[in-house]
Each structure stands twice: as C-alpha cells, then as structure tokens.
C-alpha cells in the first residue's frame, strides 16, 4: 500500500504522518490494500480552481475527488486508486462549526473522499446517498476503534 500526502497548505493540527496513517487505515478497512492514494492538502483558492476547472462549480468546497481506475488504464498502473485533494481552510472552518478536532474533520474528509474514488457517488439518487453515509460510518467507527 503506497499513500503519498502532499501538504501545500498547513495547520498544526493536522499531521501529515496521522493523515497518512488514517488512509492506510481506511484502505485496509475497504480492502484495499494493494492500493496507491495520493492527499493533498490545498487552500480554498487551489480548490476553487480545481472545482471550477474540472467539475464546473465557480466555488471553493471540501474535498474533491480524481479517480485513476475509470477509462483506459495504461499497463502497469493497476493499483493507483486516485488522488484525495481537501481544502485544509474550508475543513478548519466546518471543524469549528462542528465543534470536532480539526484531525477528525480532515479524517471524515479523507474518508468521504476515498468513497468517491471506489465509486460511490451521493449526488446520484437518496438511495446511493444513504449507502454511501453508512459506509461512512462504519469505516469511521472502525478507525476509532484501532
């Protein structure tokens, strides 16, 4: 299992080392071990950017999500997941709203996220949405439980 976090936004709060730790994690919890996942930490402008270019959306949001295991694949590239990209200011501001730890937040980020990349997708119908909180769920409670 290979995971790579790149942090171009920083908060003392949030450690690379507990980040990669927690998507090791919710990769074996997924069984998904072989995987490779790249994080990135960005600011909202980064983000914005992002959202706007790729997903159309003139907005900053909180994680995005850049899955390598649809569309042709090139030889040799099997295990590469895709890339996890969340706003580390967007995450500090929901962190407070929430009265959570800004780890917890980024955690429940980073875990949303890693849903996309497998192919689950709550903008789809209530039903998906549904199915994709409960997992949510489930792996949250059981990083907690490690």
């Known amino acids: 299992m290979s995971v790579v976090v790149l942090s171009r936004a920083r908060h ?12 090791r ?13 790249t994080v990135a930490l960005v ?25 390598m295991r649809e569309g042709l694949r090139a030889p040799g590239d099997e295990q590469t997941l895709g890339d996890v990209v969340i706003s580390l200011e967007t995450a500090v501001r929901q962190a407070r709203r929430r009265r ?9 980020l980073l875990i949303h996220g890693v849903l996309h990349l497998l192919g689950y997708d709550h903008e789809r119908s209530a039903a998906e949405a549904r199915r994709m909180k409960a997992k949510e769920r489930e792996v949250a409670r059981a990083l907690a439980g490690r």
Not at 25 to 37: C, F, R, S, T, V
């Open 25 to 37: 994690g919710i990769l074996a919890q997924l069984e998904q071990g072989d995987a490779e996942l």
């Open 12 to 23: 003392p709060d949030c450690r690379p080392a507990s980040l990669r730790r927690d998507a």
């Open 100 to 108: 959570v730890p800004l780890e917890r937040e980024v955690r429940a």
């Open 43 to 67: 600011d909202d402008t980064e983000i914005h950017d992002l959202n706007r270019r790729y997903r159309g959306k003139d907005r900053a949001t909180d994680v995005l999500a850049f899955a």
